[in-house]
């Protein structure tokens, strides 16, 4: 935020609601999580002028991505999910809320895309934002992945791990509500109301779809880390079970591993999504095998 950025050396402790306050001048200034911010004492004309420009200009102006302007630094609950694209491991999808407050502590980790962190990266990362962010993690194992996959296609499976993640965060910080919602975009918005046609709860007020999503906010950066922990956690599981190193990805060297769990009399259905094409190509190659 601009205008806490340019009090940081006056502030002083805030009221509750408030986002920070701050004395310079004679003047107390307070922001409020609805974006509304006052100005007291003497020369408050002066003060405030500075802003007004740039508040009339904000107000339901979007960004050139679509986003209001001004939403990197909203109370933001942001969405994301990891493992869609490898065959072995879960699905998994973790909901985030980052408040204002809490921005400048998160940065500080230096998040960023979970998928351009190192795993030691990651587990560190997550360890310190589960202790202080709201969450919730959807994770869909391989056996629960496959009953699921008779029912709906990926892209309904996901919309519904999104949904359930969101309400369940939602209802953990209520009555506080996120200024916005933001979720790592993977279908178009009207694609994905549509795959939760039916449900009894649909979470769509002031909700926004981006590509690329942690870029936008760092709620959902958040959300990328604290799901690709929780995927890491579930792959050293089912790596110990298999009593091999399960690849990620969905290439050759999957081919190859599944194939021998197959030999070995081992069950796909428990450590992968069999619905991708690798199972026929691990058949084929396990019966070389014999």
Same mark, same amino acid.
């Given at each position: ?48 002028k ?7 200009k904000? !107000? ?27 065959y072995?491991g ?7 809320? !980052? ?35 709201p969450?919730? !993690?959807?994770?869909?194992?391989? !056996? ?25 965060v %939602?209802?953990? %910080? ?12 993977f ?12 449900q009894?709860? %649909? ?44 690849? %990620? ?42």
């Open positions: 935020m601009t205008c806490k950025k340019t009090y940081a050396p006056f502030t002083v402790a805030a009221p509750s609601g408030a986002i920070f306050r701050a004395k310079k001048n004679g003047v107390t200034i307070t922001a409020y999580r609805s974006g509304k911010v006052m100005f007291q004492g003497n020369n408050t004309t002066v003060e405030s500075q802003w007004q420009a740039n508040a009339t904000k !107000v339901g102006a979007p960004t050139p991505t679509g986003l209001p302007q001004g939403f990197a630094n909203w109370s933001v609950l942001g969405s994301d999910e990891v493992g869609t694209g490898s072995f879960p699905l998994t999808v973790a909901a985030v809320y !980052v408040d204002a407050a809490h921005l400048d502590r998160v940065r500080q980790l230096g998040i960023q895309d979970s998928k351009k962190l190192t795993d030691p990266e990651i587990i560190r990362m997550a360890k310190q934002l589960l202790t202080f962010l969450y919730h !993690v959807v994770n869909l194992m391989p !056996v629960k992945y496959n009953q699921l996959m008779k029912q709906y296609n990926q892209g309904q499976l996901k919309a519904l791990c999104h949904n359930l993640a969101l309400q369940t %939602i209802q953990k %910080i209520s009555p506080t509500k996120p200024d916005g919602i933001l979720i790592d975009q279908v178009a918005p009207a694609t994905y109301y549509h795959y939760l046609k039916g009894s709860k %649909i979470i769509s007020e002031n909700v926004y779809f981006q590509i690329k999503g942690e870029q936008a906010h760092l709620a959902v950066a958040a959300a990328s880390i604290i799901a690709r922990y929780i995927s890491l956690l579930a792959m050293d599981q089912l790596t110990e079970q298999a009593k091999l190193t399960l690849p %990620i990805g969905a290439g050759n060297a999957v081919d190859q591993i599944a194939a021998k769990l197959l030999h070995e009399g081992k069950s796909l259905d428990q450590f992968a999504k069999t619905h991708f094409a690798n199972t026929q190509k691990a058949i084929k190659i396990a019966k070389r095998y014999d």
